[in-house]
């Protein structure tokens, strides 16, 4: 299947002072960023669901087979996207909020609060047990803020939220794991595609505007990646062998291209910066051109069992395959480690065509 390119839907110290290269100009520019925090579904957990009563985990081999920490509760073979973009700005893997151990001075460089099988709606993926939704992953943050407001005050807290970034990777599993579920999920008896998409922007904005009212300034909100193309998808027959599973491609649409819309709006607020990141987009152009970036398996998982390796994901000790960056996909829902840094870098320094209306590294500029 071929993703249209016109479909354009597409981190310990406490100051942490980062020196980023502006070749636009030709100048180096530094900026400080202090803290990153992350709210989102397995894409970007780094392990809370580890301390919660969910099926939904990644806490065993092969998971993390490439990650310098092993099994982590990441799903992936090694780095997720946001520790690439930690990368690249030098800055700590954010810590899992669920761990007892972010408390105190650990806070400081950010916390993750991302869980797998959560959705901008509560009830999406209930079905995998518990899981820390986008209500209560702010809440979570505003339980964060009360320490940080401990160690250093109201007056520093302000300052060091508008320089801080929050990432946001949502909305896969609101139709992975509840739309796109109908045995188990009402949603789409009572929403066609595009009152659903209005649903699930009209919950986002709402969560959004709450960590804007709190202090956060900078915001990069992912958007959904082609999902009918995952090894989970092309895996359950809807499709003829080869090719992605169109219609799912297609309902995503009024979702991403509402989110990006939204940015318009939510930038008009003071001091605001909300950019949204085409991840369709940057996957779709893997998927059409993967000799480009070195990859030759699009449409089967590294670690999987069943059709496209996708019908079952990868299990406790299962083998995975050997080549794993030249692996699109490392199980049934995530990508390789080595798709990640692709996807980190044109978070960061990507086009317009990547990032709207500015990237990563302008936004740290801002």
Known sequence: MVIGSNQRLSFTGFWVLIVILSYSNG????????????????????????YLSSIAKSNYYPYGVDFEYGPTGRFSNGKTFVDFI?????????????DPNTNGARLLGGVNYASAAAGILDETGQHYGQRYPLSQQVLNFESTLNQLRGIMGASNLTNYLSKSIAIMVFGSNDYINNYLMPSIY???????????????????????LALYSVGLRNFFLAGIGPIGCIPNQRGSG????????????????????????????????????????NTYGAVGDILNNPATFGFNVVDR???????????ITCLPFAMPCFNRNQYVFWDAFHPTEAVNAILAR?????????????????????
Do not use: W
Not at 356 to 364: F, Q, V
């Open 186 to 208: 009402s949603s789409s008896f009572y929403y066609n595609p595009s009152q659903y998409a209005n649903l699930l922007l009209n919950h986002y904005a709402r969560q959004l």
């Open 346 to 366: 044109r978070a960061v320094y990507g086009s317009s065509a990547d990032c709207y209306p500015i990237n990563m590294l302008n936004m740290t500029l801002h």
């Open 86 to 98: 930690g990368k690249i700005m030098g800055l700590p893997y954010p810590l899992a909020f669920a």
């Open 238 to 277: 809807q499709a003829p062998p080869g090719r992605c599973v169109d219609y799912v491609n297609q309902i995503l649409g009024p979702f991403n291209e509402g989110l990006r819309s939204l940015v318009d709006q939510l930038n008009k607020r003071p001091g605001a910066m909300f950019v949204y990141g």
């Open 301 to 311: 998982a590294c670690c999987g069992i069943g059709r496209n390796q996708g019908q």
């Open 27 to 50: 100048v180096a520019e530094s900026q400080v960023v202090r803290g990153i925090f992350v709210f989102g579904d397995s894409l970007v957990d780094v392990g809370n669901n580890n």
